[in-house]
């Protein structure tokens, strides 16, 4: 997948764009729910920074780090003056002394690895970086999703994969077509069950869940209206 990150770098501010909507609504939810004194701000997935950097000041925070495994993406992290930049996949983040109060995950980062041990593995790097009272930020496209699918699609689905569990149905190959190019790409999708068991197993607990409307940015608390955008949290909070 960094190969087409990398692709897609000249043009991923005018991919954001056509996303708005979807993407100012989950920023405003994570923003009205942020805990209250920020110093520390990690954004695993990055992307080209903009939107961590962006959402990072809005936090007030002091300290920004941009975790990003395209190279061409990073180099673009690096001119918008974070305090660092990691150029490594999400499931090789650094582990440190230091904590975020602050972690996003963003835009279904998660479903662009390449399977659960790497989901995992990214999950629990990611709370091991997590300080006492921070709280982690991730949203993931939602196999479940009937504002998307259809009522009836997403109950056939809904019961197949309660009578013959397999996350492999989330798989899902595709294109990007931007800037005149055609780039492969391959992306997940999760049920709500499968995402909250793997922050579960990763050492935190599920403190918010809302469904966002793709096209619209509609809040929803119904878990089948969007898609799933999640505040987790340690345990003893």
């Known amino acids: 997948m960094s190969d087409t990150y990398d692709a897609l770098a000249p043009h991923y501010r005018d991919y954001s764009r056509s996303r708005q909507t979807y993407l100012e609504a989950v920023d405003r939810i994570i923003l009205r729910h942020a805990p209250a004194a920020v110093e520390a701000v990690l954004d695993v997935g990055a992307g080209d920074g903009v939107r961590g950097m962006a959402l990072a000041r809005r936090l007030a925070a002091r300290r920004v780090v941009l975790a990003e495994p395209s190279r ?25 002394e230091s904590r975020f109060d602050v972690i996003l ?20 790097s990611m709370q091991g970086l997590l300080a006492p009272a921070g709280a982690l930020y991730l949203d993931v496209n939602n196999r479940h999703n009937a504002a998307a699918y259809g009522s009836l699609k997403v109950l056939a689905r809904r019961c197949v994969d309660f009578l013959l569990p397999d996350e492999r149905r989330g798989d899902a190959s595709y294109e990007w077509r931007i800037g005149g190019l055609n780039l492969p790409a391959m992306g ?37 209206r969007g898609q799933l955008l999640y505040q987790a949290v340690h345990y003893e909070l």
Request: proline share 9%; glycine share 6%; net charge negative.
């Open 188 to 224: 997940h999708l999760f049920t709500p069950a499968e995402i909250e068991g793997m922050i579960e197993a990763s050492g935190l607990r599920v403190a918010r869940r809302v469904a966002v409307d793709y096209a619209t940015g509609r809040e929803s608390p119904s878990p089948h």
């Open 72 to 96: 061409e993406m990073a180099a673009r992290c690096r001119e918008l003056g974070a305090d660092a930049v990691w150029e490594v996949p999400a499931e090789q983040l650094p582990q440190s």
């Open 105 to 124: 995950c963003l835009w279904n980062v998660l479903g662009h690895l390449p399977d659960r041990p790497a989901r995992l593995a990214a999950l629990k």
